[in-house]
Protein backbone atom coordinates (compact mmCIF):
# COMPACT_ATOMS: atom_id res chain seq x y z
CA UNK A 1 0.00 0.00 0.00
CA UNK A 2 1.33 3.67 -0.69
CA UNK A 3 0.51 6.01 2.23
CA UNK A 4 0.61 9.07 1.86
CA UNK A 5 3.77 10.19 3.08
CA UNK A 6 5.55 7.62 0.55
CA UNK A 7 3.60 9.37 -2.19
CA UNK A 8 4.89 12.72 -1.33
CA UNK A 9 8.30 11.53 -0.97
CA UNK A 10 7.86 9.92 -4.82
CA UNK A 11 6.94 13.21 -5.84
CA UNK A 12 9.56 15.21 -4.75
CA UNK A 13 12.45 13.03 -5.77
CA UNK A 14 10.93 12.57 -9.34
CA UNK A 15 11.13 16.70 -9.11
CA UNK A 16 14.93 16.51 -8.08
CA UNK A 17 16.47 13.97 -10.24
CA UNK A 18 16.68 15.17 -13.82
CA UNK A 19 16.73 12.21 -16.24
CA UNK A 20 15.27 9.09 -17.08
CA UNK A 21 18.67 7.25 -16.15
CA UNK A 22 18.95 8.85 -12.97
CA UNK A 23 15.68 6.89 -11.69
CA UNK A 24 18.06 4.11 -11.35
CA UNK A 25 16.94 2.44 -8.57
CA UNK A 26 20.06 2.65 -5.93
CA UNK A 27 18.62 2.96 -2.57
CA UNK A 28 20.27 5.91 -1.39
CA UNK A 29 18.79 8.01 -4.53
CA UNK A 30 15.19 7.73 -2.46
CA UNK A 31 16.32 9.04 0.42
CA UNK A 32 17.16 12.29 -1.26
CA UNK A 33 13.42 12.80 -1.38
CA UNK A 34 13.50 12.36 2.10
CA UNK A 35 16.64 14.70 3.31
CA UNK A 36 15.38 17.40 0.66
CA UNK A 37 12.19 17.94 2.03
CA UNK A 38 11.06 20.72 3.69
CA UNK A 39 11.25 21.12 7.53
CA UNK A 40 8.00 21.43 8.27
CA UNK A 41 7.32 18.36 6.05
CA UNK A 42 10.00 16.17 7.34
CA UNK A 43 9.23 17.07 10.91
CA UNK A 44 9.00 13.75 13.11
CA UNK A 45 11.64 11.83 10.27
CA UNK A 46 15.07 11.83 10.02
CA UNK A 47 18.13 12.18 7.68
CA UNK A 48 20.11 10.01 9.20
CA UNK A 49 20.60 6.79 7.53
CA UNK A 50 22.79 3.60 9.42
CA UNK A 51 25.58 3.21 7.05
CA UNK A 52 24.80 -0.35 5.71
CA UNK A 53 21.60 1.21 4.54
CA UNK A 54 23.60 3.13 2.06
CA UNK A 55 26.19 1.06 0.47
CA UNK A 56 25.52 1.02 -2.87
CA UNK A 57 23.98 -2.49 -4.37
CA UNK A 58 26.06 -3.91 -6.02
CA UNK A 59 29.36 -2.52 -5.35
CA UNK A 60 32.05 -3.64 -7.33
CA UNK A 61 35.54 -2.93 -6.16
CA UNK A 62 38.17 -3.19 -8.25
CA UNK A 63 41.45 -2.05 -8.26
CA UNK A 64 40.85 1.14 -9.74
CA UNK A 65 37.69 1.49 -7.45
CA UNK A 66 38.99 0.56 -4.57
CA UNK A 67 41.81 3.09 -5.22
CA UNK A 68 39.69 6.07 -5.51
CA UNK A 69 37.82 4.91 -2.52
CA UNK A 70 41.27 4.29 -0.42
CA UNK A 71 41.91 8.10 -1.72
CA UNK A 72 38.79 9.54 -0.37
CA UNK A 73 38.62 7.21 2.56
CA UNK A 74 42.07 8.74 3.73
CA UNK A 75 41.46 12.35 3.12
CA UNK A 76 38.04 12.11 5.50
CA UNK A 77 40.62 10.26 8.07
CA UNK A 78 42.66 12.76 7.81
CA UNK A 79 39.65 15.48 8.31
CA UNK A 80 39.23 16.94 5.43
CA UNK A 81 36.13 17.48 3.56
CA UNK A 82 36.41 16.13 0.23
CA UNK A 83 35.06 17.23 -3.51
CA UNK A 84 34.37 14.77 -6.34
CA UNK A 85 34.84 15.90 -9.94
CA UNK A 86 33.79 14.10 -12.52
CA UNK A 87 31.65 13.82 -15.74
CA UNK A 88 27.60 12.57 -15.46
CA UNK A 89 26.93 8.73 -14.32
CA UNK A 90 31.10 7.74 -13.81
CA UNK A 91 30.50 6.48 -10.57
CA UNK A 92 30.67 9.64 -7.71
CA UNK A 93 27.48 9.13 -5.94
CA UNK A 94 28.68 5.12 -5.68
CA UNK A 95 32.08 5.84 -4.97
CA UNK A 96 30.67 8.79 -1.90
CA UNK A 97 28.46 6.29 -0.44
CA UNK A 98 31.15 3.60 -0.44
CA UNK A 99 33.37 5.62 1.62
CA UNK A 100 30.97 7.39 3.78
CA UNK A 101 29.57 3.82 4.71
CA UNK A 102 32.97 2.29 5.48
CA UNK A 103 33.38 5.00 8.12
CA UNK A 104 30.81 3.39 10.52
CA UNK A 105 29.26 6.80 10.92
CA UNK A 106 25.29 7.69 10.29
CA UNK A 107 24.76 9.18 6.54
CA UNK A 108 23.32 11.85 5.74
CA UNK A 109 22.37 12.26 2.36
CA UNK A 110 21.26 15.42 -0.01
CA UNK A 111 20.88 16.51 -3.18
CA UNK A 112 21.40 19.70 -4.80
CA UNK A 113 18.82 22.09 -6.06
CA UNK A 114 17.76 25.14 -7.06
CA UNK A 115 15.47 24.87 -3.90
CA UNK A 116 18.20 24.64 -1.82
CA UNK A 117 19.02 27.09 0.22
CA UNK A 118 20.38 28.11 3.93
CA UNK A 119 16.88 26.68 5.77
CA UNK A 120 16.87 23.79 3.59
CA UNK A 121 20.29 22.96 5.32
CA UNK A 122 20.17 24.29 8.31
CA UNK A 123 16.65 24.68 9.65
CA UNK A 124 13.91 26.75 10.16
CA UNK A 125 11.26 27.99 12.68
CA UNK A 126 8.17 25.96 11.82
CA UNK A 127 5.63 27.58 12.94
CA UNK A 128 4.48 28.39 16.77
CA UNK A 129 3.14 25.55 18.92
CA UNK A 130 0.13 26.96 20.93
CA UNK A 131 -1.11 25.34 24.13
CA UNK A 132 -3.36 26.86 27.12
CA UNK A 133 -2.36 26.63 30.61
CA UNK A 134 -5.74 26.32 32.99
CA UNK A 135 -5.57 27.57 36.31
CA UNK A 136 -8.23 26.56 38.94
CA UNK A 137 -6.80 27.91 42.25
CA UNK A 138 -10.33 29.33 42.99
CA UNK A 139 -12.96 26.58 43.06
CA UNK A 140 -15.31 27.66 39.77
CA UNK A 141 -12.75 30.24 37.75
CA UNK A 142 -10.91 28.76 35.11
CA UNK A 143 -7.69 31.42 33.93
CA UNK A 144 -6.75 30.28 30.46
CA UNK A 145 -3.39 31.48 29.46
CA UNK A 146 -2.61 30.59 26.11
CA UNK A 147 1.23 29.99 25.45
CA UNK A 148 3.12 30.20 22.02
CA UNK A 149 6.58 28.07 21.67
CA UNK A 150 8.66 28.49 18.63
CA UNK A 151 9.37 25.53 17.17
CA UNK A 152 13.00 25.30 15.67
CA UNK A 153 13.21 21.86 13.03
CA UNK A 154 17.06 21.26 12.26
CA UNK A 155 17.72 20.20 8.49
CA UNK A 156 20.32 17.67 7.24
CA UNK A 157 23.24 19.97 7.58
CA UNK A 158 22.49 20.10 11.10
CA UNK A 159 21.65 16.72 12.10
CA UNK A 160 24.78 15.96 10.28
CA UNK A 161 27.13 18.24 12.08
CA UNK A 162 25.38 17.75 15.43
CA UNK A 163 25.46 13.92 15.31
CA UNK A 164 28.76 13.33 13.69
CA UNK A 165 27.32 12.03 10.48
CA UNK A 166 29.44 11.60 6.78
CA UNK A 167 27.33 13.76 5.02
CA UNK A 168 26.78 12.90 1.37
CA UNK A 169 25.95 15.85 -0.68
CA UNK A 170 25.74 15.13 -4.32
CA UNK A 171 25.67 17.31 -7.35
CA UNK A 172 26.17 20.31 -4.51
CA UNK A 173 26.93 23.11 -7.47
CA UNK A 174 23.71 22.69 -8.20
CA UNK A 175 22.40 24.62 -4.83
CA UNK A 176 22.84 28.60 -5.05
CA UNK A 177 26.09 29.59 -3.58
CA UNK A 178 24.70 31.59 -1.05
CA UNK A 179 23.22 28.38 0.80
CA UNK A 180 26.86 27.18 1.18
CA UNK A 181 27.92 30.32 3.86
CA UNK A 182 27.18 28.37 6.29
CA UNK A 183 29.68 25.59 5.21
CA UNK A 184 32.46 28.08 5.85
CA UNK A 185 31.56 28.56 9.44
CA UNK A 186 31.62 24.85 9.87
CA UNK A 187 34.67 24.10 8.15
CA UNK A 188 37.23 26.93 9.31
CA UNK A 189 35.26 28.14 12.51
CA UNK A 190 33.87 24.72 13.61
CA UNK A 191 30.64 25.47 14.38
CA UNK A 192 27.17 26.14 12.66
CA UNK A 193 25.44 28.84 12.47
CA UNK A 194 21.17 28.61 12.65
CA UNK A 195 20.22 31.48 11.29
CA UNK A 196 17.10 32.80 12.45
CA UNK A 197 17.84 30.92 16.00
CA UNK A 198 17.87 32.90 18.86
CA UNK A 199 19.52 32.02 22.16
CA UNK A 200 22.41 29.92 23.14
CA UNK A 201 21.57 27.51 20.78
CA UNK A 202 21.95 29.97 17.64
CA UNK A 203 25.13 27.88 17.03
CA UNK A 204 26.17 23.97 16.86
CA UNK A 205 29.49 22.59 17.86
CA UNK A 206 30.79 20.12 15.47
CA UNK A 207 31.10 16.91 15.93
CA UNK A 208 34.83 15.52 16.06
CA UNK A 209 33.53 12.97 13.81
CA UNK A 210 31.80 15.15 11.23
CA UNK A 211 32.97 14.89 7.54
CA UNK A 212 31.69 15.72 4.13
CA UNK A 213 31.61 14.57 0.74
CA UNK A 214 30.01 16.96 -2.02
CA UNK A 215 30.48 15.93 -5.63
CA UNK A 216 29.99 18.11 -8.61
CA UNK A 217 29.40 17.29 -12.45
CA UNK A 218 32.71 18.62 -14.40
CA UNK A 219 30.52 20.42 -16.71
CA UNK A 220 28.47 22.11 -14.10
CA UNK A 221 30.56 22.47 -11.70
CA UNK A 222 31.68 26.08 -12.97
CA UNK A 223 28.41 26.85 -14.75
CA UNK A 224 25.26 26.01 -13.02
CA UNK A 225 26.29 28.28 -9.32
CA UNK A 226 29.59 29.18 -9.12
CA UNK A 227 30.47 28.48 -5.63
CA UNK A 228 32.80 31.12 -3.63
CA UNK A 229 36.77 29.56 -4.19
CA UNK A 230 36.96 30.28 -0.28
CA UNK A 231 34.61 27.23 -0.08
CA UNK A 232 36.07 25.56 -2.85
CA UNK A 233 39.75 25.88 -1.06
CA UNK A 234 38.62 24.17 2.01
CA UNK A 235 37.74 20.65 0.14
CA UNK A 236 39.97 18.09 -1.20
CA UNK A 237 39.34 17.78 -4.98
CA UNK A 238 39.47 14.20 -6.47
CA UNK A 239 38.91 14.36 -9.74
CA UNK A 240 36.82 11.17 -11.00
CA UNK A 241 36.55 9.94 -14.77
CA UNK A 242 35.23 6.74 -16.47
CA UNK A 243 36.83 3.69 -15.30
CA UNK A 244 39.08 1.35 -17.80
CA UNK A 245 37.21 -0.88 -20.16
CA UNK A 246 38.01 -3.70 -17.35
CA UNK A 247 35.98 -2.27 -14.82
CA UNK A 248 33.39 -0.43 -16.54
CA UNK A 249 32.59 -4.40 -17.86
CA UNK A 250 32.72 -5.97 -14.63
CA UNK A 251 30.48 -2.57 -13.13
CA UNK A 252 27.69 -3.66 -16.00
CA UNK A 253 28.27 -7.24 -15.46
CA UNK A 254 26.93 -6.86 -11.63
CA UNK A 255 23.74 -5.41 -12.44
CA UNK A 256 22.87 -7.22 -15.73
CA UNK A 257 22.75 -11.01 -16.44
CA UNK A 258 23.99 -11.09 -19.34
CA UNK A 259 26.95 -13.27 -21.03
CA UNK A 260 31.10 -12.04 -20.88
CA UNK A 261 30.87 -11.56 -24.78
CA UNK A 262 27.66 -9.74 -24.54
CA UNK A 263 28.92 -7.44 -21.66
CA UNK A 264 32.23 -6.52 -23.84
CA UNK A 265 30.35 -6.10 -26.62
CA UNK A 266 28.11 -3.05 -24.75
CA UNK A 267 30.85 -1.63 -22.92
CA UNK A 268 33.10 -1.24 -26.25
CA UNK A 269 30.08 0.68 -27.59
CA UNK A 270 29.87 2.49 -25.04
CA UNK A 271 33.49 3.49 -24.95
CA UNK A 272 33.18 4.16 -28.49
CA UNK A 273 29.60 6.71 -28.62
CA UNK A 274 31.19 8.66 -25.55
CA UNK A 275 34.60 9.04 -28.13
CA UNK A 276 32.96 10.05 -30.61
CA UNK A 277 29.67 12.06 -29.42
CA UNK A 278 29.41 15.05 -28.47
CA UNK A 279 27.10 14.20 -25.50
CA UNK A 280 28.31 12.26 -22.24
CA UNK A 281 27.76 8.62 -22.82
CA UNK A 282 28.17 7.51 -18.74
CA UNK A 283 28.45 4.18 -17.35
CA UNK A 284 25.03 4.70 -16.45
CA UNK A 285 23.79 4.53 -19.89
CA UNK A 286 25.82 1.08 -20.65
CA UNK A 287 23.94 -0.43 -17.55
CA UNK A 288 20.52 1.29 -19.11
CA UNK A 289 21.58 -0.03 -22.66
CA UNK A 290 22.41 -3.94 -21.25
CA UNK A 291 19.13 -4.10 -19.19
CA UNK A 292 17.20 -3.27 -22.40
CA UNK A 293 19.09 -5.71 -24.39
CA UNK A 294 18.89 -8.77 -21.79
CA UNK A 295 14.85 -8.02 -22.69
CA UNK A 296 15.08 -7.37 -26.85
CA UNK A 297 17.60 -10.02 -26.95
CA UNK A 298 18.41 -9.73 -30.86
CA UNK A 299 21.50 -11.56 -31.17
CA UNK A 300 22.15 -12.85 -34.70
CA UNK A 301 23.12 -15.62 -35.89
CA UNK A 302 26.43 -16.04 -34.70
CA UNK A 303 25.31 -15.14 -30.74
CA UNK A 304 26.05 -11.49 -30.82
CA UNK A 305 23.71 -8.67 -30.68
CA UNK A 306 22.58 -7.51 -34.58
CA UNK A 307 23.85 -3.64 -35.18
CA UNK A 308 20.12 -2.72 -35.73
CA UNK A 309 19.35 -3.55 -31.96
CA UNK A 310 22.42 -2.47 -30.68
CA UNK A 311 21.63 0.91 -32.95
CA UNK A 312 18.22 1.24 -31.48
CA UNK A 313 19.00 0.42 -27.67
CA UNK A 314 21.73 2.98 -27.90
CA UNK A 315 19.83 5.53 -29.35
CA UNK A 316 16.57 5.21 -26.85
CA UNK A 317 19.15 4.90 -23.93
CA UNK A 318 20.54 8.26 -25.29
CA UNK A 319 17.70 10.09 -26.92
CA UNK A 320 17.13 11.89 -23.54
CA UNK A 321 20.30 13.82 -24.09
CA UNK A 322 19.49 15.76 -27.15
CA UNK A 323 16.10 17.85 -27.71
CA UNK A 324 15.08 18.79 -31.14
CA UNK A 325 12.44 20.91 -33.04
CA UNK A 326 11.49 18.04 -35.42
CA UNK A 327 12.57 15.59 -34.43
CA UNK A 328 15.99 16.66 -35.89
CA UNK A 329 18.44 16.32 -33.42
CA UNK A 330 17.45 12.69 -32.42
CA UNK A 331 17.42 11.66 -36.51
CA UNK A 332 21.23 12.63 -36.25
CA UNK A 333 21.78 10.90 -33.20
CA UNK A 334 20.42 7.60 -34.61
CA UNK A 335 22.63 7.76 -37.90
CA UNK A 336 25.22 8.78 -35.71
CA UNK A 337 24.73 5.98 -33.66
CA UNK A 338 24.35 3.54 -36.47
CA UNK A 339 27.66 4.62 -37.92
CA UNK A 340 29.46 4.47 -34.74
CA UNK A 341 28.03 0.39 -33.85
N1 LIG B 1 31.72 0.36 -8.12
C1 LIG B 1 30.53 0.19 -8.69
N2 LIG B 1 29.92 -1.03 -8.67
C2 LIG B 1 28.74 -1.22 -9.25
N3 LIG B 1 28.07 -0.26 -9.91
C3 LIG B 1 28.61 0.96 -9.98
C4 LIG B 1 29.86 1.26 -9.37
N4 LIG B 1 30.16 2.56 -9.61
C5 LIG B 1 29.14 3.04 -10.33
N5 LIG B 1 28.21 2.10 -10.57
C6 LIG B 1 26.97 2.24 -11.34
O1 LIG B 1 27.22 3.13 -12.42
C7 LIG B 1 26.13 4.03 -12.58
C8 LIG B 1 26.64 5.45 -12.44
O2 LIG B 1 27.15 5.63 -11.12
P1 LIG B 1 26.82 6.90 -10.21
O3 LIG B 1 25.35 7.17 -10.16
O4 LIG B 1 27.54 6.72 -8.95
O5 LIG B 1 27.50 8.03 -11.10
P2 LIG B 1 27.58 9.60 -10.86
O6 LIG B 1 28.90 10.01 -11.38
O7 LIG B 1 27.24 9.93 -9.46
O8 LIG B 1 26.42 10.09 -11.81
P3 LIG B 1 25.68 11.52 -11.80
O9 LIG B 1 26.70 12.53 -12.17
O10 LIG B 1 24.65 11.36 -12.88
O11 LIG B 1 25.08 11.69 -10.44
C9 LIG B 1 25.10 3.66 -11.53
O12 LIG B 1 24.13 2.83 -12.14
C10 LIG B 1 25.90 2.89 -10.50
O13 LIG B 1 25.10 1.91 -9.85
Known amino acids: MVDDTSRKRTVRGTKIRASREQKEGRKAKKKLARTASSAGER?????????????PE??????????????????????????????????????????????????????????????????????????EEHDRYVSGVDKKTQIVRERWVDNPLSVAVREGATLVYNEFSRSDAAAHNVLLSVFEEGVLERPGKRGADRTIDIHPEFRAIVTSNDAEYAGVHEQQDALLDRFIGVHVDYYDAETERELVGAHVALSDADIATIVETTRALRDDLEIVVGTR???????????????????????????????DVLAPKVAGEDGGDIDDLRSQVTEIV
Open 43 to 55: NGDTPLSDPEEVV
Open 285 to 315: AAITAAKGLAVFDGHDGDGEFDDETLSRVFT
Open 58 to 131: PFVETDAVRSLRDRISGWLEADQPVHLIGPTGCGKTALALSAAAARDRPVVWLNGDEAVDTEALVGSHAGGERY
